[in-house]
C-alpha cells in the first residue's frame, strides 16, 4: 500500500511538471539555458572555437537565432568547458525550439540510460525511483530550462557500472567526461577515489582529462583561452551562482570556511571507510558539491547517483530515512528554501561515514534480491565485525 501510494503521488507530480513544462515552452520558446550552449556551438562552427567565450560575438549570434536583443548578461553566458559546446553541435542544425525539445528527448534518455545501469530493485519499486526522480522540482527546473546534469549522472553511472566490471579505462574516461561537462559536480570524486586506493580507474582518468584538456586548449589558443578567464571573472561578479552554496551562511570566509571543511571531511571519510566503494562514490560526489562555490538550483539532482547506488545494499534506517529526507529538501528548494538542502547535504557527508556503525547498532532494512557491488554478498547481522 505504501509503494502503491508513493507511486500514485510521484507519478502525479512527474506528470505535473511534464504539462507545466510544454506550457512554458509553448509559451517561451527560447527561454531556456540551451540556447547559450546552442550559441556557443554556432559560434565555433561559424566563426572557429578560439571565439565561444566572446561576450560581444554572443551577443550577436543570440540577437540572431532568439528574439533576446539583450540576452548575454552575467546570469547568461557560455563559461563551460568546450566539450559542452562540441555536444550540442548536432542540435544547432535545427531551429532553437526544435533543438530544445530535441535535447530534452536526448537528455531524458540520458537520465533513464542511467537508472537503467545502477537503480536497485524490481517491478513497481524500481520504476516508482525512477519516477521520482521526475517528480523532483529540481530536475523539473534542469528539463524546464535545457540544463546539463542529466548527462552528469549519466558519466557516473556510466562510471559506476565500469568500476563494478573492473574495466578501469573505461569508467576512468566517462568520469573524465562527466568532469568536462560540469566539474563542479564531481571534483573531488577522482581524489575519493585515490585515497581509498581504487588509483587504477584514476590514472586513465587522469590520461582522458589530459588529453580532453590538450585538445581544449589546441581548439580554443591564446585568444580563447584569455576570452575564458575574462568571461569567468564577468560571471563571478553575479552572486547568484552561488546560490546552492554555503555562501547562504554568510559569503566570504564563513563560507569558504564551510565549504573547505566540508571537502576536507569528505576526502578523509573516503580513505577511512575505503572498504566501501558505494560509500566513497557517494562521499566523493557529495563532498564536491558541499565544497562547491558555483552551484544552482538545477544541480541537486546529481544527488540521485549516489542515492541509487547505496539502495543496492543493506542500509540502516537513519541513512534510509535521510535519503527520504533528502527528497523533501530538495522539493523545498522549489519555494526558495535553500537551507535545508544545503544542511541535508552536510548531514549526509557525516551519515556516510557513519554508515557501517548505524548498520551494526541500528535496526536495518533488508535489501534482500538486489545486486551488490563489486560481487559483495550480504553479511549476515551475526557475522559483521564489533568494530567497523
Known amino acids: ?56 560575438l554572443e551577443q550577436q549570434v543570440m540577437a540572431k537565432v532568439t528574439p533576446y536583443a539583450n540576452g548575454i548578461n552575467t546570469m547568461h553566458n557560455y563559461v563551460t568547458p568546450p566539450l ?94 562527466g568532469l568536462f561537462i560540469k566539474p563542479q559536480l564531481i571534483l573531488l570524486l577522482p581524489l575519493a577515489l585515490l585515497v581509498s586506493g581504487h588509483w587504477r580507474p584514476v590514472v586513465y582518468f587522469a590520461a582522458a582529462s589530459a588529453a580532453l584538456a590538450v585538445v581544449s586548449v589546441v581548439m580554443l589558443g591564446p585568444h580563447g583561452i584569455a576570452t575564458y578567464e575574462s568571461s569567468v571573472s564577468y560571471t563571478s561578479t553575479d552572486s547568484r551562482h552561488g546560490i546552492l552554496t554555503f555562501a547562504w551562511f554568510g559569503r566570504g570566509v564563513v563560507a569558504t570556511s564551510i565549504e573547505v571543511t566540508l571537502g576536507v571531511v569528505a576526502v578523509a571519510l573516503a580513505w577511512y571507510r575505503r572498504e566501501r566503494m558505494d560509500i566513497v562514490f557517494a562521499l566523493g560526489i557529495v563532498g564536491s558539491t558541499a565544497s562547491a562555490f558555483y ?77 551488490l557491488p563489486f560481487g559483495e554478498r550480504p553479511v549476515a547481522v551475526s557475522q559483521r565485525p564489533a568494530r567497523p
Not at 33 to 53: C, E, M, P, Q
Not at 104 to 127: D, E, M, N, Q, S
Not at 333 to 342: E, K, N, S, T
Request: proline share 5%.
Open 1 to 56: 500500500m505504501w509503494l502503491s501510494a508513493v507511486a500514485l503521488i510521484a507519478s502525479l507530480t512527474a506528470i505535473d511538471g511534464v504539462v507545466r513544462r510544454i506550457g512554458h515552452f509553448v509559451e517561451q520558446p527560447y527561454d531556456s539555458d540551451f540556447r547559450l550552449n546552442y550559441v556557443a556551438a554556432k559560434i565555433g562552427l561559424t566563426y572557429g572555437w578560439s571565439h565561444i567565450y566572446d561576450l560581444g
Open 84 to 177: 559542452l559546446a562540441w555536444i550540442h553541435v548536432p542540435f544547432t542544425f535545427l531551429a532553437v525550439p526544435a533543438g530544445f525539445v530535441a535535447w530534452v528527448i536526448f537528455t531524458t534518455a540520458a537520465l533513464i540510460a542511467a537508472w537503467w545501469l545502477v537503480c536497485p530493485g524490481t517491478g513497481l519499486a524500481r520504476v516508482t525511483i525512477l519516477v521520482i526522480a521526475f517528480a523532483l522540482w529540481p530536475m523539473y527546473y534542469a528539463f524546464t530550462i535545457g540544463q546539463t546534469v542529466m548527462l552528469t549522472i549519466a558519466c557516473l553511472a556510466a562510471c559506476w557500472w565500469f568500476l563494478e566490471r573492473e574495466r578501469w579505462a573505461a569508467a576512468g574516461t566517462a568520469l573524465a567526461v
Open 295 to 371: 552551484l544552482h538550483e538545477y544541480d541537486v539532482p546529481v544527488f540521485l547517483l549516489p542515492a541509487w547506488i547505496l539502495l543496492r545494499r543493506h542500509l540502516s534506517v537513519p541513512q534510509r530515512a535521510w535519503i527520504a529526507l533528502g527528497i523533501v529538501c530538495a522539493q523545498l528548494v522549489g519555494i526558495g528554501f535553500i537551507r535545508p538542502i544545503l544542511l541535508w547535504e552536510a548531514g549526509w557527508i557525516v551519515l556516510l561515514g557513519c554508515e557501517p556503525w548505524l548498520l551494526v547498532r541500528a535496526p536495518n532494512m533488508s535489501a534482500a534480491g538486489l545486486r
